[in-house]
């Protein structure tokens, strides 16, 4: 079975308070090292007066992922390390995230350092979209008008989405959908139109990002 390659579908914020210090999580998609360096960088420059803003990040899947992490100042092994541990265990690639702590007075020694960072990336992964990365097809149908609408109630159990509808004589349809689909797709056209009509494939995108319901 194909690995499953989720990641985030757009960026999230959230922040929590641990004595009187803040933590702001900002998570991201990040499909390169490059990606991810250039996130932390935006997100470091708008907490400039931050006491530290701590990185990690995750890309690729499964046996060929490269992983980053540093403590940016806060004792080793209490702040970075956690966050990559709990984004690992997220089952998520491509994902980058920078905690940012502003000090609050109060000293939360090496454990509560661990358990602040860990919980701020826990709680905004539980708010981050999911997205699947995935191959596609783009596909073209020309349709007769009574066909038009029944075809498009099929499309969600076939998981495509419309991307262009032009109405002439008949109805073309530039179509999203998984190319394992694909066959199930023609297979429903055939159905609808008496064999009479097919979809065409206009593009193939290996990489492609398609929206999840996962959380």
Not at 2 to 18: D, L, T
Request: one cysteine or more; charged letters at 25%; aromatic letters at 6%.
């Amino acid at each position: 079975m194909e690995e499953k390659k989720i990641v985030p579908a757009r960026q999230v914020r959230h922040e929590i308070e641990v004595r009187r210090s803040r933590f702001i999580a900002t998570l991201a998609p990040a499909s390169s090292a490059d990606q991810a360096k250039s996130f932390i960088g935006d997100v470091r420059s708008e907490f400039s007066d931050a006491t530290h803003n701590v990185p990690a990040y995750l890309i690729g899947h499964g046996s060929t992922v490269t992983a980053h992490c540093n403590d940016d100042g806060e004792p080793a092994g209490t702040a970075g390390r956690p966050m990559l541990a709990v984004l690992k265990g997220s089952g998520l690639g491509d994902v980058a995230a920078v905690v940012t702590r502003y000090y609050g007075g109060v000293k939360l020694g090496t454990g509560g350092l661990v358990r602040a960072y860990s919980e701020c990336v826990r709680q905004a992964l539980e708010r981050l979209p999911r997205a699947q990365k995935i191959a596609t097809h783009r596909v073209e149908v020309d349709l007769p008008y009574p066909v038009h609408q029944p075809f498009k109630q099929i499309l969600p159990d076939l998981q495509a989405q419309v991307l262009q509808e032009d109405f002439s004589d008949n109805v073309t349809l530039r179509l999203c959908l998984p190319v394992s689909r694909f066959a199930d797709l023609q297979r429903r056209l055939a159905d609808l139109t008496a064999g009479s009509t097919k979809a065409q494939i206009v593009e193939t995108v290996e990489d492609d990002i398609v929206p999840t319901n996962d959380r």
